[in-house]
């Protein structure tokens, strides 16, 4: 599988469906209680460390930012497209919407009481995973919580349409949980939880709750 190009495949094919892909998604929150219960436990987690900024990796059009916000996180988006930045800008006012990418993230070191990447790892090839999981345990505080959803699977299709029949030319890849914990515990995070459902989010999502290792590697 070519896997070459696909930052700038991804930043297009969003470019390209963000209004159309938000105008589809902004409502499934409200048809997922489970991961709202899981959006919460997260919420409950940051205050227990004292609060602090937390980072939405690839947040689209910054629902889940949004969401973590109205539970009391100092929550703000990054995200590779800039179509996706100006729609979340323009739903979210007020709410901190930054261009970036979880590749080589712009945050400083262990600067960030959380993380979340709310199904937006699942652009991110194979051999990319181990890099973007060690900049999430650069920029999270020890001890700090870190959110994970994908879709569970084991294969890789190409997509290139969606969202209304936009063209798209973005890879999803579907993992499993053993696969993403082993890489989690490579980068210096301990897993506490995880878990697979069904909902609107995903016809099989994957869900885990990790916890930046105290202590350095």
């Known amino acids: 599988m070519n896997t070459g190009g696909w930052l700038e495949d991804t930043r297009t094919s969003y470019d390209t469906v ?16 489970e991961e709202r219960a899981v959006l919460k436990l997260f919420a409950d987690l940051v205050r227990a460390q004292g609060g602090g900024p937390v980072a939405d990796v690839g947040c689209g059009m910054g629902r889940i930012t949004a969401h973590l916000r109205q539970l009391g996180v100092d929550a703000f ?36 009481t959380g993380l979340v990447a709310w ?3 699942i652009h991110v090839p194979d051999d990319e995973i181990s890099s973007v999981f060690a900049h999430f345990q650069r920029v999270v505080r020890p001890g700090g919580p870190l959110l994970l959803s994908f879709h569970v699977g084991d294969e ?18 579907r993992r499993q949980h053993g696969q993403l914990i082993t890489r989690l515990n490579d980068a210096g995070f301990a897993v506490e939880s995880h ?9 099989l999502g994957g869900i885990i709750l990790a916890r930046r290792e105290a202590t350095n590697m």
């Open 156 to 173: 890789s299709q190409l997509k290139t349409q969606g969202y209304g029949g936009h063209p798209m030319k973005v890879y999803v890849h």
């Open 119 to 121: 199904y937006s790892l």
């Open 18 to 33: 963000a209004a159309s892909y938000a105008d589809m998604t902004r409502h499934l929150l409200d048809e997922t209680p």
């Open 77 to 112: 988006g990054i995200d590779l497209s800039p179509g996706m930045i100006q729609v979340a800008r323009h739903d979210h006012p007020g709410v901190r919407f930054d261009l970036g990418s979880m590749t080589d993230l712009e945050l400083a070191d262990a600067s960030m």
């Open 195 to 203: 878990r697979t459902l069904t909902s609107a989010e995903s016809k």
